[in-house]
């Protein structure tokens, strides 16, 4: 399988800005991918970077580096419905996941 | 649209029984995933079919077999069921216009006794 690292859990208070780290050691794949999973729901899209650089969408940014092979997922203004598992992916046309951020968002 | 379905959503099974997943999807996406989350993990990928007549092994595929009934269906069954399979399953699907995003259903949540 692929190797993706994600911190295992990140705590940040209501309004501020978390990143949320992934580095991996494959290559060749098409893009990075973002999800967020609430606890006891799936996964769903959050945000994709197919080249290198900033993706903005709403709250959420990604970015991406291959030659540095790291990515991350920027959140602005948390929320505390923000409180979830966010989770890297590569994508080969079949994916890769990472083992999931657990973030706690308090007020 | 109903999106991604899985049934069932709850499962209960003894080693040794057998039983097998249904997912379905009516966003005429091409290709569709079959995935496990243990605990405290991320999605490790079992089977995937890229298309409607193809299926392929993913990280975790042993112990399982798949099926791609038609460009809606992709079900998943387990032989002969081992407590290491107890796992929330999800299947999920991506189109061609969007290939980068896949859409998850709600999952199902196996114990294997």
């Known amino acids: 399988g692929q190797s993706l690292e994600q911190p295992s859990e990140v705590t940040a208070v209501e309004g501020a800005i978390v990143q949320i780290n992934c580095t991996y050691q494959?290559?060749?794949?098409?893009?990075l991918s973002w999800y967020q999973q609430h606890d006891g729901g799936a996964p769903t899209f959050l945000s994709y970077?197919?080249?290198?650089g900033l993706e903005e969408t709403g709250r959420f940014s990604s970015f991406l580096s291959r030659s540095d092979s790291y990515g991350y997922l920027l959140l602005q203004e948390l929320q505390m419905k923000d409180s979830a598992s966010y989770f890297c992916?590569?994508?080969?046309?079949?994916?890769?996941f990472g083992s999931g951020t657990k973030l706690n968002v308090k007020p | 649209n109903a999106g991604v379905t899985q049934t069932p959503k709850f499962q209960v099974l003894k080693t040794g029984q057998s039983m097998t997943l249904q997912c379905a999807q009516d966003?005429?996406?091409?290709?569709m995933y079959w995935y496990r989350q243990d605990p405290g993990m991320g999605l490790r990928l079992i089977y995937y079919?890229?298309?409607?007549?193809?299926?392929d092994k993913g990280e975790v595929p042993n112990g399982y077999n798949v099926s791609r009934l038609n460009k809606r269906e992709f079900s998943l069954r387990l032989e002969s069921a081992a407590p290491s399979q107890t796992s929330v399953y999800f299947c999920?699907?991506?189109?061609?216009?969007?290939?980068?995003?896949?859409?998850f259903g709600p999952g199902t949540r196996l114990t294997v006794l």
């Open positions: 992916a590569v994508n080969f046309n079949k994916f890769y």
């Open positions: 494959t290559s060749g794949f098409y893009g």
């Open positions: 970077n197919a080249l290198d």
């Open positions: 966003m005429n996406h091409n290709s």
């Open positions: 079919s890229a298309s409607e007549g193809t299926t």
């Open positions: 999920a699907s991506v189109g061609m216009s969007s290939y980068n995003e896949q859409f």
